[in-house]
Nanobody
Framework: QVQLVESGGGLVQTGGSLRLSCAASERTFSRYTMGWFRRTPGKERDIVAVITSSGSTIYYADSVKGRFTISRDNAKNTVYLQMNNLKPEDTAAYYC?????????????????WGQGTQVTVSS
């Protein structure tokens, strides 16, 4: 069972930046696709970004392209989400997730392991 722990959320003004981190408990992390998702109250969990195990395939939701960057450090069992030029509509709970089949999927159903989430609030 892989445990994922997110950190780095907080309150930031419009146009500001935050860097989210997600630390995995096991070295098998290096074989997993990792995804960042977000959810606002009353809505489904939406994909934000995905990175495959080798980093060769990366996906971004249209709403964050050019502003967010996903990366990973397999030596540290950690995936990151650098968020720049934040907007109020980015306000959400952000979750990292791991897919042990390394599918590079944008669907939350493909991910077996989830973190507890970290809140990001962007004030206008």
């Amino acid at each position: 069972q892989v445990q994922l722990v997110e950190s780095g959320g907080g309150l930031v003004q419009t146009g500001g930046s935050l860097r989210l981190s997600c630390a995995a408990s096991e070295r098998t992390f290096s074989r997993y696709t990792m995804g960042w998702f977000r959810r606002t109250p009353g809505k489904e969990r939406d994909i934000v970004a995905v990175i495959t195990s080798s980093g060769s395939t990366i996906y971004y939701a249209d709403s964050v392209k050019g502003r967010f960057t996903i990366s990973r450090d397999n030596a540290k069992n950690t995936v990151y989400l650098q968020m720049n030029n934040l907007k109020p509509e980015d306000t959400a709970a952000y979750y990292c997730a791991a897919d042990r089949h390394d599918l590079g999927s944008q669907s939350s159903r493909s991910y077996e392991y989830w973190g507890q989430g970290t809140q990001v609030t962007v004030s206008s």
